[in-house]
């Protein structure tokens, strides 16, 4: 009996070691489509994290302005609305696109007709769309500046709280602007790909 109990320890002892010195399938080069390359999958990390901080930052954004307006508004409807009360100018669809660096029309499109119909932010000017701006009503300044009262009762002293912050993040910061600026290199070179023979 005792002989089978060491056996069967050595066995699991034999297989833990093997499974440590193994690295797990996740983590091997090669193991999935994005990651045949070390640096493949050093890239497939950084998407994974910039995407889960994408989210968990549009459900902020949602989670917060939903605190303060009965409103129910998406993380991108709230970068919207937010973008059309920046420095209190009104903005056409085009300016907005351009800080939000966005390029799906339609789709800030439906969001201006949105807030449009929520109250939140009216037109003005010509009946052109092109010529159309947008800017906060008064209802909309109430809500933002309610979402901007309650962001900085909350993040702010969970980020002071953070080791460093304060220069980590102008280091990121400006890391993702380059990332940024190397993502749409990437995708002019992707589009002219495509229209080669």
């Avoid at 919207?80 to 800080?99: A, F, T, W, Y």
């Amino acid at each position: 009996m005792l002989r089978k109990t060491q056996k069967a320890a050595a066995r699991r002892t034999g297989t833990a070691a093997r499974d440590k010195q193994r690295p797990a399938a996740a983590e091997r080069t090669g193991s999935w489509h994005l990651a045949r390359t070390e640096t493949e999958r050093r890239l497939s990390e950084f998407e994974f994290r910039l995407e889960r901080l994408a989210q968990a930052y549009y459900r902020w954004k949602a989670a917060c302005l939903a605190a303060v307006c009965d409103v129910p508004l998406t993380g991108d409807d709230v970068a919207v609305l937010n973008v059309v009360r920046m420095g209190d100018e009104p903005k056409r669809l085009s300016e907005i696109g351009q800080l939000l660096n966005r390029v799906d029309v339609p789709n800030l499109q439906y969001a201006t007709r949105k807030l449009v119909k929520a109250g939140l932010i009216e037109t003005e000017g010509s009946s052109s769309r092109k010529e159309t701006r947008y800017r906060a009503t008064e209802r909309g300044h109430d809500v933002t500046e309610a979402y901007a009262a309650l962001r900085a009762a909350t993040l702010p002293p969970m980020l002071e709280a953070l080791d460093g912050w304060a220069e980590k993040s102008e280091a990121t910061g400006s890391h993702l602007e380059l990332v940024s600026s190397l993502y749409t290199q990437a995708a002019q070179v992707a589009i002219t790909r495509r229209h080669q023979p």
